[in-house]
Nanobody, 125 residues
Framework: QVQLVESGGGLVQAGGSLRLSCAAS????????MAWFRQAPGKEREFVAA????????YYAGSVKGRFTISRDNAKSTLYLQMNGLKPEDTAVYYC??????????????????WGQGTQVTVSS
């Protein structure tokens, strides 16, 4: 079992920055792929970014590449998403997810085994 709790969401103006955190507990954090997904109202949940267990590999959705940075601190069992240059279209609930047996290139939500409750990010224009 893995428990995930996100934090760091909020309201920010376009062009601003936010840093999301996801605290993990339960099974050894360093052993699996972690990712961020997001879901805007009326839309399907979409992949944002993923990171391998050793942080040596990362993978991003085209819409956030160059603006968002995913990272992890295995000693603190925490996943991060640094979001810069935010746009109104980034407004969504952001979820962290754990993939115990997959790959950093897994972008489909059904491949992920555990999910946090989500944190709201709102970008005003």
């Amino acid at each position: 079992q893995v428990q995930l709790v996100e934090s760091g969401g909020g309201l920010v103006q376009a062009g601003g920055s936010l840093r999301l955190s996801c605290a993990a507990s339960g099974r050894s954090f360093s052993g699996y792929v972690m990712a961020w997904f997001r879901q805007a109202p009326g839309k399907e949940r979409e992949f944002v970014a993923a990171i391998g267990w050793s942080s040596s590999r990362t993978y991003y959705a085209g819409s956030v590449k160059g603006r968002f940075t995913i990272s992890r601190d295995n000693a603190k069992s925490t996943l991060y998403l640094q979001m810069n240059g935010l746009k109104p279209e980034d407004t969504a609930v952001y979820y962290c997810a754990a993939n115990l047996h997959g790959f950093v290139t897994d972008t489909i939500s059904s491949r992920y085994d555990y999910w946090g409750q989500g944190t709201q990010v709102t970008v005003s224009s």
